[in-house]
Structures are given as structure tokens and as C-alpha cells.
């Protein structure tokens, strides 16, 4: 059917999204019908599946536009008003706070592991983020904490904060996360020089850090990997 016209209600029972949700699971949805339960309705031109479509096409970024939406941004498309923008705002946040459970009982073995536990949450922050994995003896996560927010410079980022936190939660290594707005991973020499203060911080304290992971937009750098550490 290739009229946007058409109603959810012309849709065959068990193909509406609602109904298909309850039924099948929200794991047998699409995004755009995930989007369309969230708005319930669309407008009089579109139906709310696609009123979600186009907010997922809008310049080509997906689930993107629902991660870094704003009001404005949102009231952009007509059919969507300030109730519904607080609910795709809602949705969005509760997603990011929802991803902090992960953490719990994972063990990071490599560099990817670290990446793929901070990749979902990181890689749409439009500031840059400043992170440490505090880990115990056997490599388990006890706790993801946030340090800074802003530039990343040794002004914002002081050994102190980075290893009260890891002192206080009884870590017995860490590894440091930041993200680049940019999407691009390779380190800045802001980014290098930090590292290595707050390795050889690490040394006299002993609390090892392992790693230091730059997150970018579907990609990341591992310092220990690429043998800076």
C-alpha cells in the first residue's frame, strides 16, 4: 500500500505494531514500528509508521535522529507535537540509563569487549565524554563512571577524580573511555599525553590502566592495542 494516507486502522490486525508487539514481541518490530507505538498517532497527511520512517531517513541517520533529538528538531515534522517530542526524548534517555544494567557481571578479555559495553551509549554524544571501566582482580566490571564532561585536557581530566573513583570502589585496574563527536577514533596528541599521565599515575598508586578506548561513530582506538600502552 503506497498511500501515506492509508490509517493504522486499514492495516490487518495482526500487522499493526501495536497488536504485533503484544503478540509476536517488540523484538518482531522494525524501528520505525517501535517509533509508531511510541507516537500512537500520526497526522492527518501520514499515518504514524510513516511519520516514524521519516524521522529515521532524516539525513540519513537512523535511529540517530531519535538519540540526539531535540524539540525543535522533533516539531519539525508535521504530526508531532510537544507531548509526542517528550516521549521520543523519554525513550531516548530511559535507553541510555536502561544500558548502565550491562555492565553488571561482564568480564572484559580484549579491547573490543570494552568497546562493544561503551560503543551503543557513546558513539552519539554530541561533547565529549571522559570515562573510566573500573575493574576488579578477575577483570570483572564493578562500575562505569563518569568523570568529565568537555574537552579533553588535563585541566578537565585530573588524576584525582579518575582515581578516588577507582580507589573508592576497590578497582584493582581501569580502563579510560572518551568519545569523539566527530565519529573518528584516531587519538589527538591531547588525547596521548593524558594517557600517559594517568598510566604513570596509575604506577605509583597501583591501580594499572590497562587501557584507554576512543569511541567514534561505528569504530573505536584501543591504546593497547596499538601499542601505546
Do not use: W
Not at 503484544?22 to 510513516?50: C, D, F, M, P, W
Request: with cysteine; glycine share 6%.
Amino acid at each position: 500500500m503506497d498511500n501515506n494516507n492509508y490509517t493504522i486502522k486499514s492495516i490487518p490486525v495482526d500487522e499493526r505494531p501495536q497488536e504485533k508487539l503484544l503478540k509476536y514481541g517488540a523484538n518482531s518490530l522494525s524501528n520505525s514500528e517501535l517509533i509508531a507505538v511510541i507516537l500512537r498517532t500520526g497526522s492527518k497527511q501520514e499515518n504514524a509508521i510513516v511519520l516514524a520512517q521519516k524521522l529515521l531517513r532524516e539525513d540519513g541517520k537512523g535511529l540517530k535522529n531519535i538519540a540526539e533529538g531535540t524539540p525543535n528538531k522533533f516539531r519539525k515534522h508535521y504530526g508531532i507535537s510537544n507531548v509526542k517530542a517528550s516521549q521520543l526524548m523519554a525513550v531516548a534517555e530511559l535507553s541510555k540509563r536502561i544500558s548502565a544494567f550491562r555492565y553488571e557481571k561482564i568480564k572484559i578479555s580484549s579491547p573490543n569487549d570494552a568497546a562493544v559495553v561503551m560503543m551503543e551509549e557513546m558513539r552519539y554524544y554530541k561533547k565529549e565524554y571522559f570515562k573510566i571501566i573500573l575493574l576488579d582482580t578477575k577483570n570483572n566490571i564493578i562500575k562505569v563512571s563518569e568523570i568529565s564532561i568537555g574537552s579533553l585536557n588535563s585541566s578537565i581530566v585530573h588524576p584525582r577524580e579518575v582515581f578516588q573513583e577507582a580507589i573508592i570502589n576497590s578497582s584493582s585496574s581501569i580502563i579510560l573511555v572518551h568519545n569523539h563527536p566527530s565519529g573518528e577514533s584516531e587519538p589527538s596528541k591531547e588525547d596521548i599525553a593524558l594517557t600517559n599521565r594517568l598510566v604513570e599515575c596509575g604506577k605509583i598508586i597501583g591501580i594499572k590502566v590497562i587501557d584507554h578506548i576512543i569511541i567514534g561513530d561505528g569504530k573505536f582506538f584501543s591504546f593497547k592495542e596499538e601499542g601505546y600502552i
